[in-house]
Antibody, heavy 124, light 105 residues
Framework: QLQLQESGSGLVKPSQTLSLTCVVS??????????WSWIRQSPGKGLEWIGY???????YYNSSLKSRVTISIDNSKSQFSLKLNSVTAADTAVYYC????????????????WGQGTLVTVSS | SYDLTQPPSVSVSPGQTAGITCSGD??????TSWYQQRPGQSPVLVIY???KRPSGIPERFSGSKSGNTATLTIGGAQPMDEADYYC????????FGGGTKLTVL
């Protein structure tokens, strides 16, 4: 059974860089139909997609965050990472990693499974 | 940017049927997925490709679409179904609806 586990700094100072890693275990990491994604949820709010990466290294980001986001992948370790720079209090959220399945049909995609999430607080 | 509209809350009595809607422009031409998020937990996929149910999801969960509105139906709602539910589509980006809090009481 595929499992994803987030880790990283839980407290980040304003203007600094948020860094998280997601380790994937129990399943295939390099299938062409899967992308590895980050999603966040501000306290008491809804879900916001951040971006995804394929095992090839191809990335696609939410346009609202694109200027501050970098997602990278390490296939040898079955893990992928998120860096979000110039953070503010508005970036305080639970950050989830998840596998995105995409078929050959544009728009046919869904997230399954999700990691347990990790809370990142931006505060001085 | 593309917007998906969900009702903020839906209430249902145990054993009754609950419907949660998700509306958006041209939604009829898009694939919709649905996620359940119980309090303090991660989201779980309950419907994908508009109507399909992943392995392990109870049969009381079903998805449908009519025009530009997708609906998640929970037939015979249980107290354990009390959760937030989110719809999701692709529109040159991944888009989530604002979420609907389902109360079963």
């Amino acid at each position: 059974q595929l499992q994803l586990q987030e880790s990283g700094s839980g407290l980040v100072k304003p203007s600094q860089t948020l860094s998280l890693t997601c380790v994937v275990s129990g399943g295939s990491f390099s299938s062409g139909n899967y992308a590895w994604s980050w999603i966040r949820q501000s306290p008491g709010k809804g879900l916001e997609w951040i971006g995804y990466i394929y095992h090839s290294g191809y990335t696609y980001y939410n346009s609202s965050l694109k200027s501050r986001v970098t997602i990278s992948i390490d296939n040898s370790k079955s893990q992928f990472s998120l860096k979000l720079n110039s953070v503010t209090a508005a970036d305080t959220a639970v950050y989830y990693c998840a596998r995105l399945y995409s078929s050959s049909t544009v728009g046919d995609n869904w997230f399954d499974p999700w990691g347990q999430g990790t809370l990142v607080t931006v505060s001085s | 940017s593309y917007d998906l509209t969900q009702p903020p809350s839906v209430s249902v009595s145990p054993g009754q049927t609950a419907g949660i809607t998700c509306s958006g422009d041209q939604l009829g031409n898009k694939y919709t997925s649905w996620y359940q998020q119980r309090p303090g937990q991660s989201p779980v996929l309950v419907i994908y490709q508009n109507t399909k149910r992943p392995s392990g999801i109870p049969e009381r969960f079903s998805g449908s679409k009519s025009g530009n509105t997708a609906t998640l139906t929970i037939g015979g709602a249980q107290p354990m179904d009390e959760a937030d539910y989110y719809c999701q589509v692709w529109d040159n980006s991944i888009v989530f609806g604002g979420g609907t809090k389902l109360t079963v009481l």
